[in-house]
């Protein structure tokens, strides 16, 4: 066990609790409360899951424009929870993409919202975005602060909402665990900014996966880190089953 | 719906209840009587996947000795149970295997049996056998008959019993859905394969997951052959995670 106590782990509720108090928090005045009403699936919806490589799992660009099409899901949990939904919900012939891309940051997801996002008009749109904000930024390939990923993620929330008003949104808590490549130098900036992300997923009215607790308490329950993410980042096999779990009992379906 | 009324339809079970049937079983005297026991996970169990296209999945064959490797885990059932076992199992560090090979019979799978599966010493072992051992004799590559499928299958089984005493084995009914590639002339000989490889498993002790069932309990619920296999022999995304799901409450892990 590489890691060391964090004082972040006195503050841990169980993921769940967190994810049940999320899902029931109520819309601000004048936010999209659309959004934060329970997810009811209808027929025909499209299911889309933005972010970056944790995201992205090694899709296939090729075919990403064909709905449902392994290969173009990717081997992360968008594939997990696109089988999990396709298979439990057969009558509603849902439509699930998957457009993250490696690398990514805020401000890439803005540069091709229209096209990637907007345009596919998602039902229930999943975002998981913040780790390449902090990592580049620590190795010199990106300037942006905490300040500047808080409000390029809201302004890209109320794009969406401005063009999308019905969507459902889930937006999911940015993690890493402490082992490979995420040492001190992460911290507390990398806490810093999931505070931001859950507050602008809040204000959104969005339904909020809280990866980071639920990562945190699989390690609180004596599995290593790199179990669940071998360099810090990215998940396992293992790692991505349990993110599938956690995002389907945070969005309810 | 282009499926025509099956006589078989008339007898079809839900595949929930024909699971608990199945994993009740009792042991025949004198069978291997070891694998019908309900699975218990060990610390470090070996789990491994075996068959034909469907289970191979687009599997990427240069990593397939790396335990719990998405990408030698393929695109189907196997991926999603391995993760889920993985996630859910996280203090048991299970290696999850699959070795399952396109185009694959029975004979296929005893020709390369000592090295990719009883080297491997699966604790649990699942095997998908049966549609290419019909589907190449209909198409002239074969001219095995039931009553070869029946003994190659029981022969394997036994030559993995004798190997492997203490092997939990999990034997997926042969299934097709009534399109695609799927027509009258698959039957009756296709039932009567099914019927073989459950006498099969169960002279064996095996875990039985009804496939078949539970694909015609889908059809049958208003969903389209093609939504779980669109050439009517392999499973989409959908049918895949159906499957994930089936095989699951069948093992009980």
């Not at 106590?5 to 999209?32: D, H, I, M, Q, Y």
């Not at 904000?133 to 409000?151: A, C, F, M, S, V």
């Not at 900014?193 to 990562?215: L, N, T």
Request: charged share 20%; proline share 7%.
């Amino acid at each position: 066990m590489n890691t060391p106590p964090l004082p972040s782990r006195r503050k841990l509720l169980a993921w769940t609790a967190a994810t049940a108090a999320a899902s029931t928090l109520p819309p601000r005045a004048g936010s999209a409360s659309a959004a934060s009403a329970p997810i009811a699936l209808k027929k025909g919806d499209v299911v889309l899951f933005q972010g970056d490589s944790i995201t992205d799992a090694g899709r296939d660009r090729k075919t990403q424009d064909q709905a449902n099409n392994p290969a173009a899901l990717g081997r992360g949990y968008p594939f997990h929870i696109g089988g999990q939904l396709l298979a439990e919900h057969a009558g509603l012939k849902l439509k699930v993409y998957n457009r993250g891309i490696s690398g990514h940051k805020v401000p890439d997801l803005d540069a091709r919202w229209q096209a990637d996002t907007i345009d596919l008009k998602p039902a229930v749109l999943s975002i998981l975005i913040g780790v390449n904000d902090i990592w580049h930024k620590l190795n010199g390939r990106y300037d942006g602060t905490p300040q500047i990923y808080r409000e390029g993620f809201a302004a890209l929330l109320k794009r969406t909402t401005d063009a999308l008003p019905d969507v459902k949104l889930v937006i999911c808590e940015p993690f890493v665990l402490r082992c490979g490549a995420v040492n001190d130098t992460w911290f507390p900036e990398f806490e810093e900014r999931r505070g931001h992300a859950k507050e602008v997923a809040a204000a959104a009215g969005a339904i909020w996966v809280p990866f980071q607790e639920m990562f945190d308490q699989a390690v609180a329950a004596g599995t290593e880190p790199a179990y669940w993410a071998g360099d810090g980042v990215h998940p396992t096999h293992a790692g991505h089953a349990l993110m599938a779990e956690a995002w389907r009992k945070a969005a309810g379906i």
